[in-house]
C-alpha cells in the first residue's frame, strides 16, 4: 500500500500466459509489476486506464534451477473502495474492474470464478459452501462471507472481520501438492486500512500481530529508505508486536548496495530471458549427452 491508500496484493494463477512483449512495446518485469503501479498510481482508475492504453506487457522471470517459473495475477484496490484484478490471459491483458470485485484467490482465471461461485447458497445458487482447499473453494467461502458481515462499528471490528475471512480462505499446514504451488500453505495474512492507512501483518508462525500506521511516517522527498525485519523481530518472547511504526531500521549502505544489485540483476534476466533460455537448453542437452556417454 502507498500512502494514498492504494493497494496491490498478487497471488499464483497457473493459466498466466504472458506473451512476448515486442521490443517497442511498454514491458514490466514481474519482479516490479506491483510496485511500479504502487509508485505510480494513487487510485484504481489511473491504474486501470494506464494498464489499457498501455496494453503493458510483463516479462515472466525465469528460474535457472528448472523450477516453476512463477504465474502470477494482480489485484488492486484504492480508498475509495474501488478494486480491480489484473490478468494475463493467451497473452493478452485482461482488465476486471468493479467496485463489486473483493476477492481473488488462484485458478481459474476471475471470469470463471465469478461463473462457479452463483451455484452457492448465499450466492445464486443452492449447493451448499464447499470446504476443501481448491481456489475456488476458497473464492467461494470469502465471498460469501465478505458479503454477509455487518457494518463494522470501527476500526478494531471492521479489521478483525477481515483476518477472520483470510484465515477461512488460507491454506492449512500439510505435504504441498505436487505439481500444485498455489496449494502451498499459506505463510502470512495482511489486513489494510486503506481509508486510514494502516497495514497489518501477521506471520502464520508467529504469535504477534504487528501493524503500521501511515500518518506516522514520513513520505517526503529525501526521506531515508527504512526496513522492519518481519522475520527476526517476531520472536515469541520479547518480539515486536502492535503498534510497529517506529520501528523501522536503517537498511545501511551496504544491503542497500546488495538489494539495489539484486533487483539489476533479476530485470536484467528478464530483458535476456530469450538468450537465457538458450544457454539453459544447451546445458540440458550437454548434461543428457553426458549422462548418455558414461551410462
Same mark, same amino acid.
Given at each position: ?20 512483449? #515486442? ?57 475509495? #473502495?474501488?478494486? =480491480? ?20 484467490? &488462484? ?14 447458497? #448465499? ?29 463494522? +462499528? ?28 498455489? =496449494? ?11 481509508? &486510514? ?66 533487483? +539489476? ?12 533460455? +538458450?544457454?539453459?537448453? =544447451?546445458?540440458?542437452? #550437454? ?9
Amino acid at each position: 500500500m502507498n500512502e494514498e491508500g492504494f493497494a496491490g496484493h498478487i497471488l499464483w494463477l497457473a493459466e498466466s500466459e504472458y506473451g512476448k512483449p #515486442g521490443t517497442q512495446d511498454v514491458q514490466l518485469s514481474q519482479v516490479i509489476w506491483l510496485q511500479y503501479y504502487l509508485d505510480n498510481f494513487a487510485t484504481v482508475a489511473e491504474a486501470v486506464k494506464w494498464t489499457k492504453e498501455s496494453q503493458v506487457g510483463v516479462v515472466q522471470l525465469i528460474d535457472p534451477t528448472g523450477h516453476i517459473v512463477p504465474a502470477l495475477h494482480l489485484a488492486i484496490n484504492d480508498a475509495t #473502495g474501488d478494486s =480491480a484484478i489484473i490478468e494475463y490471459v493467451n497473452g493478452e491483458v485482461v482488465v476486471h474492474h468493479s467496485r463489486d470485485y473483493k476477492v481473488m484467490t &488462484n485458478s481459474p482465471t476471475f471470469d470463471k470464478q465469478l461463473e462457479i461461485v452463483k451455484q452457492y447458497d #448465499g450466492l445464486g445458487g443452492e449447493k451448499p459452501l464447499p470446504g476443501s482447499t481448491l481456489a475456488s473453494d476458497r473464492f467461494a467461502r470469502a465471498s460469501y462471507y465478505v458479503e454477509h458481515q455487518v457494518q463494522p +462499528k470501527n476500526q478494531l471490528h471492521a479489521m478483525a472481520a477481515m483476518f477472520s475471512i483470510i484465515r477461512n480462505a488460507a491454506q492449512p499446514f500439510r505435504t504441498p501438492d505436487k505439481g500444485k504451488p498455489d =496449494a502451498s500453505q499459506t505463510i502470512w495474512q495482511v489486513v489494510l486500512d486503506a481509508t &486510514n492507512k494502516r497495514y497489518a501483518f501477521e506471520s502464520t508462525t508467529r504469535p504477534n500481530i504487528v501493524w503500521v500506521d501511515f500518518d506516522k511516517l514520513s513520505f517526503e522527498p529525501g526521506t531515508a529508505e527504512l526496513k522492519l525485519d518481519l522475520v527476526n523481530q517476531l520472536a515469541l518472547e520479547g518480539g515486536l508486536s502492535g503498534d510497529v511504526s517506529h520501528q523501522f531500521k536503517s537498511v545501511g549502505p551496504l544491503a542497500q548496495d546488495a538489494l539495489d544489485d539484486g533487483l +539489476k540483476m533479476l530485470e536484467l534476466i528478464a530483458a535476456k530471458q530469450d538468450e537465457f533460455e +538458450k544457454i539453459e537448453k =544447451a546445458v540440458l542437452q #550437454g548434461m543428457k549427452t553426458l549422462k548418455g556417454a558414461l551410462a
